[in-house]
């Protein structure tokens, strides 16, 4: 059992930056996948990114490559959204999530856990 609980979220401006945290329970956090999600009003909840427990390797969806890094410090139990260039389109819940895979996927149901979410609201 693993319990998430995400962090960081809030009003910036077009261009600003956040660094989300998603803080994780249970001594087996390394070996958890952990992707990180986002749903905006009237939208359904689609993949941002993730980082793979095995290889440490992260992947983004296109829209938000070269903008967003997701890092992990398994010492921590966290893993880290840093987004920068930030868009009024950005605007979402971000939820983090951890799978079991050691391949990153980009499906919902990949992902056994989940956090309840923060909110980003950026403004234009």
């Known amino acids: 059992q693993v319990q998430l609980v995400e962090s960081g979220g809030g009003l910036v401006q077009a261009g600003g930056s956040l660094r989300l945290s998603c803080a994780a329970s249970?001594?087996?956090?390394?070996?958890?996948?952990m992707g990180w999600f986002r749903q905006a009003p009237g939208k359904e909840r689609e993949f941002v990114g993730g980082i793979s427990w095995i290889s440490g390797d992260a992947y983004y969806a296109d829209s938000v490559k070269g903008r967003f890094a997701i890092s992990r410090d398994n010492a921590e139990n966290t893993v880290y959204l840093q987004m920068n260039s930030l868009k009024p389109e950005d605007t979402a819940v971000y939820y983090c999530?951890?799978?079991?895979?050691?391949?990153?996927?980009?499906?919902?149901?990949?992902?056994?856990?989940w956090g309840q979410g923060t909110q980003v609201t950026v403004s234009s």
């Open positions: 999530a951890a799978s079991g895979y050691s391949y990153v996927y980009s499906l919902i149901s990949k992902y056994d856990y």
């Open positions: 249970g001594r087996t956090f390394m070996r958890y996948t």
